[in-house]
């Protein structure tokens, strides 16, 4: 989509530079640039599908587009950066969804995006059975079963990762062992425009702010208007109140990382301090198996395994070139 349509010109949501709607596709080492919508989209009954090792740059909406599932997707290995804003409601996600459930990302980079690195909410109460216990009894589209673990988020306008509060419709959303750079005092949210939550943005932060109050370690309680307007946490507040990121590593020093995105390359210095990093464990993974990373090298074992998309730096700086991507593909 190099000429700007949208939904309003065409009438049908297919515009991104990859849409597929399907269970097990795998969309795996393609170069998705440039587009006037979402880089690579996937919509409606996913249960199965995989995104892994694509490089996706300055696409618009949200870099890797996740929508309308309930089960079992993985996204991993993936480089996302520079995606760029598609009004308020689509500010420019790096990777990010809305009534979807179970998708697990892990081990991507999001690098350098209008919004978020990460953003997960529900947007609407449509009703979906597909592949669930009992089809012919839909249930309504959730934010729930969420893993975000082991990926590198560095230099995104918006937080570095946005969640839903937990209720009856957006609950056991998981996140931690990630790398964090440039996200400030407040890398944390609850994602916006949550617009189908059981419990209302008010009430939800008027029950924060009362924990808050009895954490006196955890920060000052914020200005309930300032709060409502932005509802951003420093990692020991995401920690305490939404049990997430407690092992996240924030701001290592010496480590630095861009995009020359004409080219493709990727700079990193002081690749040493990737190690700082914590460790995604294999059942973080949801059964899911990593086979070979961005650059085709083999995922080590657990232990050994670096945040990011990118396994086996020596120390100092790199340029990695990202296209044509080498090795094979995941099995």
């Known amino acids: 989509n190099r000429g700007g349509y949208s939904h309003g010109d065409t009438g049908w949501e297919e515009w991104g530079g990859i849409k597929l709607m399907c269970s097990n596709a795998r969309v795996e080492a393609n170069l998705v640039a440039d587009n006037d919508g979402p880089g690579i989209w996937l919509d409606n009954h996913l249960r199965g599908a995989r995104v892994t090792r694509n490089v996706v740059l300055n696409n618009q909406r949200a870099g890797l587009f996740l929508e309308f599932t309930n089960g079992h997707l993985l996204v991993d290995s993936n480089l996302v950066a520079g995606t760029r804003a598609e009004g308020a409601f689509y500010p420019g996600h790096g990777i990010y969804s809305h009534d979807a459930s179970d998708v697990v990302v892990v081990h991507n980079l999001a690098l350098s995006n ?12 449509r009703q979906d059975g597909h592949g669930t216990a009992h089809p012919e009894r839909p249930r309504r589209v959730l934010t729930a079963g969420q893993r975000i673990y082991a990926n590198l988020l560095a230099g995104n306008r918006g937080t570095a990762i946005a969640l839903p509060w937990p209720d009856g419709l957006n609950l056991d959303n998981r996140s931690d062992a990630n790398l964090i750079l440039h996200a400030g005092a407040r890398p944390f949210s609850l994602a916006d425009h949550n617009l189908k ?3 209302p943005l008010a009430e939800a932060l008027a029950e924060f702010s009362r924990q ?4 006196p370690d955890a920060g000052p309680v914020p ?9 951003d946490f420093t990692p020991l507040q995401w920690a305490r109140l939404m049990g997430n990121d407690a092992a996240s590593v924030f701001e290592p020093r010496g480590l630095g990382l861009r995009i020359r995105s004409l080219l493709p390359v990727l700079r990193i210095d002081g690749a040493e301090h990737l190690a700082a990093g914590r460790t995604c464990p294999d059942e ?7 086979g070979i990373d961005l650059l085709g090298h083999p995922y080590p074992a657990a232990a050994a395994r670096l945040p990011g998309p990118i396994q086996g730096l020596a120390p100092g700086s ?6 044509p991507l080498p090795g094979g593909s995941q099995p």
């Open 318 to 323: 790199h340029d990695l070139p990202l296209w």
């Open 223 to 231: 200005d309930p208007a300032a709060w409502a307007a932005r509802p």
């Open 114 to 125: 209008a919004g978020c690195g990460v953003m997960m909410r529900t947007v609407t109460d």
């Open 284 to 290: 973080a993974l949801g059964g899911h198996v990593l």
């Open 212 to 215: 808050l109050a009895a954490m």
């Open 197 to 199: 939550a059981a419990v």
